[in-house]
């Protein structure tokens, strides 16, 4: 059995996504996408029940959505361009209970949001984030947070933003008024200044939902260090505690399923797996080196 894989190439000047279906031995080259004007940084998909959906965000400003309509062949759903003034650094699609929603982070220091419309139209809202620009989006993971008290609710979308003023913020979507800073949550008070980063955070991931009202997010930044912040409950702060410093810039932070493991890559060509024990410390399990893994087969 093969399964989709996308693979993207950051920094690139092709401009273009590639679609590989991969076995248990080999990589298959299944569709090239293009239609971005820019390299293109990242790329999400979106939850099978609306379909096989990919979204790409590119330097050029951009956000296009692509869906497979048959076998290896794409069609472009939706051509957001133009949806911000500087390059868009990540993308995310939101957890199905919410709809088909995307997050763009953006250096003009907006997020936008993407939502799909019963008509085929997709609306467009934005957050106003931080002046200096923000470089990656996370959406918090339905079950989250929970009301013992109205069991049936389902509670608000919630994202976390990665930003170049050093802070990462969460923000929650008043039914009323829209997006909004969550402020009982701000990740960027002075309160929290025992663990803070003094540069670019670059990724940010919102842990798989464990129990109910138990959230955690993994930040990290170019100050080598990744944060591991905790909350232990609807509208209480969170805490940051340092997982370790690393010897170069920390580009990105990746949950697993379970929630249990967090992947980590770094800027000296390093890919570490870190676990936390029953004592809360975290101890790195494994290492895996850039290019350790030969490059997919186009056969």
Same mark, same amino acid.
Not at 11 to 21: A, H, M, Q
Not at 150 to 174: H, M, S, Y
């Given at each position: 059995?093969?399964?989709?894989?996308?693979?993207?190439?950051?920094?690139?000047?092709?401009?273009?996504?590639?679609?590989?279906?991969?076995?248990?031995?080999?990589?298959?080259?299944?569709?090239?996408?293009?239609?971005?004007?820019?390299?293109?940084?990242?790329?999400?998909?979106?939850?099978?029940?609306?379909?096989? +959906?990919?979204?790409?965000?590119?330097f050029d400003g951009s956000v296009l959505i692509h869906r497979e309509t048959k076998p290896r062949e794409w069609s472009l759903l939706h051509a957001a361009r133009n949806l911000h003034e500087s390059s868009i650094n990540g993308i995310a699609f939101s957890p199905h209970e919410y709809g088909l929603l995307a997050a763009a982070a953006s250096s003009d220091g907006r997020v936008s949001i993407l939502e799909h419309e019963p008509n085929n139209s997709w609306n467009v809202q934005y957050i106003q984030d931080n002046n200096l620009g923000v470089n990656a989006v996370s959406w918090?993971?339905?079950?989250?947070?929970?009301?013992?008290?109205?069991?049936?609710?389902?509670?608000?979308?919630?994202?976390?933003?990665?930003?170049?003023?050093?802070? +990462?913020?969460?923000?929650?979507?008043?039914?009323?008024?829209?997006?909004?800073?969550?402020?009982?949550?701000?990740?960027?008070?002075?309160?929290?200044? *025992?663990?803070?980063?003094?540069?670019?955070?670059?990724?940010?991931?919102?842990?798989?939902?464990?129990?109910?009202?138990?959230?955690? *997010?993994?930040?990290?930044?170019?100050?080598?260090?990744?944060?591991?912040?905790?909350?232990?409950?609807?509208?209480?702060?969170?805490?940051?505690?340092?997982?370790?410093?690393?010897?170069?810039?920390?580009?990105? *932070?990746?949950?697993?399923?379970?929630?249990?493991?967090?992947?980590?890559?770094?800027?000296?060509?390093?890919?570490?797996?870190?676990?936390?024990?029953?004592?809360?410390?975290?101890?790195?399990?494994?290492?895996?080196?850039?290019?350790?893994?030969?490059?997919?087969?186009?056969?």
């Open positions: 059995m093969c399964f989709p894989l996308t693979l993207s190439f950051p920094r690139s000047t092709d401009r273009t996504i590639k679609i590989y279906n991969v076995s248990e031995s080999s990589y298959e080259l299944s569709a090239t996408l293009q239609g971005h004007e820019g390299p293109v940084w990242q790329v999400s998909w979106a939850h099978p029940k609306f379909g096989v +959906i990919l979204a790409s965000c590119s918090a993971p339905h079950g989250a947070y929970y009301d013992p008290a109205q069991p049936d609710r389902v509670e608000a979308p919630r994202l976390v933003t990665a930003g170049c003023d050093n802070k +990462i913020r969460f923000w929650v979507r008043d039914e009323t008024t829209g997006w909004t800073q969550d402020t009982a949550t701000d990740a960027g008070s002075e309160d929290d200044a *025992v663990a803070q980063h003094t540069d670019w955070v670059r990724d940010v991931a919102w842990a798989p939902s464990l129990l109910p009202n138990q959230n955690m *997010v993994a930040s990290c930044s170019e100050d080598r260090t990744v944060l591991i912040w905790k909350q232990s409950g609807p509208g209480e702060a969170w805490k940051p505690t340092v997982l370790h410093r690393f010897d170069a810039p920390v580009w990105r *932070v990746s949950w697993s399923v379970t929630g249990h493991l967090l992947a980590v890559s770094s800027g000296d060509s390093d890919v570490t797996l870190w676990k936390a024990g029953l004592d809360a410390k975290w101890t790195q399990m494994s290492s895996v080196e850039d290019g350790a893994v030969g490059a997919p087969s186009q056969g």
